[in-house]
């Protein structure tokens, strides 16, 4: 696995970015994560998903994004779920 350090408008943080096959509608879909330690929420982690295969920063800015906070635990199966899917982390 691979995590990449990307710039994003609001501040620079450590974002994995996850490429695949959504495993519940079964379609092609990007999520983003963000660690909120430095947000004052220790091992709580925002899961940002949008529909299609988007690399590009300005497209998820205006992407329809939907957003969730998880633990350490829900992290580790969303990634082992997107990559049996055949998907990959950028």
Known sequence: MTTTAQPRLDQQRVVLSLHGVDPSSRTVATWHVTC??????????????????????????????DASTAGEDDVIAL???VFLSGGSAR
Do not use: C, F, K
């Open 36 to 65: 909120l330690a430095d947000d004052g929420a220790p091992g709580t982690y925002l899961i940002e998903r949008a529909e299609g295969d988007i690399s590009n920063p300005a497209v998820w800015m205006q992407a329809h994004r």
């Open 79 to 81: 990634v082992r779920t």
